[in-house]
């Protein structure tokens, strides 16, 4: 894509009304706009970074057997009245006569559709995840992409014979998370978490938890061993050893961009989601929940794989492969052709700026590789990691293999 | 897939609720689900239909230099205060003090966002587009997708120095409209007609009608050319000769499935977007807005493709390519092999049900190529395509090359 044409531009200064580092980061790299507090539009290049999480979701999802559906925002007050939570101050009301609440989370509607289909042991078990924008109502939002009143979540919901089948398929998602958390390079970062139940159950539920000083929550955890609880259940942990292993334990400040959980009967049992068993005995639905929110997914990324000079994405999930400059004189105009031609995803910087102004605004865009083609660089291509930051003179010829076998 | 695992199952009636005829068929062969009146969930069968026009839209938005990018459902009220549609009862508002009414357009949104990246001539002209869930506060909601209180939108806003530049932009988009109709098949129900401005502008807008009994829309329409024009513009038009060719004039219901604005200045005055023009004058920007809605356009098909025996998907959108039924002791459990790693995508039948139920669910489902493997067709597969309904017995090993070769 030639850079002279993409819709949003970088600026010089971030929002002065905007305090969070993502937030700061991302709306001046043009990957974001901010329309009031908590609620922000995507612009291309944020929209790119959006697509590529959500698709690395969407595969890690299908390979454990979860069918994509999608399901409403408004959301019928009786379905909320039948689960008990009408009432709850995080959800929007919606109309007139307040006849709806906006979906921020979808087990009364997955619960009630999965009663037209599940009736007997032989449709079970069944999982089934949307990628969705959601709506909470919160009172402070003030952490960018972190905790925003409109988001995007993969939810996913299971459905299973007994508790068993539940437990399996609960440390099935948990891997599946982990191969997304890793596909994203997040794992160093990260620690599967013990938590409270919430609302939903008495058992303890996983979260995960991505260190950031940004980040809203507390976790206890052990250098030593993968021991960690969150705060809420860890009060007066953080002076003793390790539960685990004995080694010492610290404490930290985390995103938590995933959580699971096991539901059980809680919802089943009020919405009438019950199963015959293969002697024909009734019996209630088992249910998992699951959450993986792909803009605090974005806006995690920003705080941890970002420095002094902007955003480093991973390649993975970064808007573009290679960052294209030419300065000065020289023109780039064939490279890029060439290199668009064998598929890959390359930004032009063709504008007419200073090198200067062109090589400052790369760094802060981020994208995974820079390639410079200048009067210096005599026919080569200067070829720079945003990452390492090592610097390879190439061929022209060359540049296009590089890039292809990277990975 | 294997349809023992799909999530959703057809069912045997049509809810009683239910009026629409697409509602009803798309509900009895569960590619949708309702919760309540104008409100649905796209079950996974639904969910890949709606992928595949959504893919189409992309295509030839992308084809006329558009960029995607999304915008918020919750838009604060400053934003419609500006543009002086706070205050109207298709928008539903949002939070105790309704600080937010719920997008169901986004000419504000986006106006606002081009102020901060159009300052120059050299930054126009631009396009940019999303498919985006919107909100509309139906007093009645009887129509299924054709008219949902939750729907999805593809909406493109485009930007330009003058009118001429926006004309010429115009008539880029009604063709690459046409594209996407032509590609669903639905070109030949299909007219350009005439309508009035409504609030955008006093010119005549253009709408993309299909043809429809269900259609809430009156075309007056020439049996001879191409003269359509909407009849609230059109009144009492009926009875005189065709004002462009003098053929004879008719009336027919129409669902409106798409419509192009020139929207003039409407919204870039109120929102300060202007330029600066080469010689430094300052001048508003001049914009257009298109939409095409890829919810309403599943509805249509439900209703324009479809017989008595249920739905006629067009290959371009249909969830699988082909249907394969193995019927009593039969198995088709290699040729779904087979066909699978070839990249064809198969719904395969492997349920033990009753050949006749198989069957009838096959054609209420829709899928263009049903291939019926059984002991009549003895090692070979009887291929029938829903639409003609030609039934032709091939070889195994042929039947790969037949559904890879046809589109």
Request: proline share 3%; hydrophobic share 40%.
């Amino acid at each position: 894509m030639l850079q002279s044409q993409l819709f949003a531009k970088m600026r010089k200064e971030a929002p002065k009304d905007e305090e969070s580092k993502n937030a700061r980061l991302l709306i001046r790299a043009g990957f974001i706009e901010k329309l009031s507090a908590g609620v922000y539009s995507y612009l291309p290049l944020g929209w790119r970074v959006i697509g590529r999480i959500t698709a690395i979701i969407r595969e890690e999802m299908n390979a454990i057997g979860a069918e994509e559906l999608m399901m409403p925002a408004l959301v019928a007050r009786e379905y909320w009245q039948k689960s008990g939570r009408w009432e709850t101050d995080v959800m929007y009301k919606v109309g007139e006569e307040k006849n709806f609440g906006l979906g921020w989370t979808h087990e009364e509607v997955m619960t009630a559709i999965a009663t037209r289909f599940i009736s007997s042991y032989q449709d079970l078990p069944r999982a089934a995840y949307q990628i969705q924008t959601k709506f909470r109502n919160e009172p402070r939002a003030r952490s960018g992409l972190l905790r925003g009143r409109e988001f995007l979540m993969k939810d996913l919901y299971s459905f299973h014979a007994d508790q068993e089948d539940l437990f399996g398929y609960y440390d099935r998602v948990i891997e599946a998370y982990w191969k997304i958390i890793r596909r994203m390079g997040l794992e160093k970062f990260t620690k599967l978490t013990e938590a409270s139940g919430g609302e939903f159950t008495k058992e303890y539920t996983h979260e995960f938890q991505v260190f950031s000083e940004a980040g809203e929550d507390a976790v206890i955890h052990c250098g030593s061993c993968d021991f960690a609880q969150n705060k809420e259940i860890a009060a007066g942990l953080e002076s003793k050893p390790c539960p685990k292993c004995g080694g010492k334990l610290e404490e930290s400040s985390a995103i938590e961009v995933a959580n699971v959980f096991k539901l059980g009967t809680r919802y089943s049992e009020p919405f009438g989601l019950s199963y015959a068993t293969a002697q024909g005995a009734k019996k209630p639905v088992v249910m998992g929940s699951y959450g993986i929110g792909p803009s605090r997914l974005m806006g995690t990324l920003a705080e941890v794989m970002s420095d002094e000079r902007g955003l480093v994405w991973p390649e993975s999930v970064a808007p573009f492969r290679v960052h294209l400059l030419a300065l000065g004189k020289a023109s780039a105009n064939g490279l890029y052709s060439d290199l668009t031609e064998r598929g890959i995803e390359v930004l032009h910087d063709d504008r007419d700026i200073s090198p200067g102004q062109k090589l400052v605004e790369a760094d802060l865009l981020g994208i995974p590789y820079r390639a410079v083609v200048s009067e210096k660089t005599a026919g080569k291509v200067e070829l720079k990691r945003r990452a390492a930051g090592e610097v390879e003179l190439v061929a022209s010829e060359a540049l296009a293999k590089i890039l292809q076998g990277s990975s």
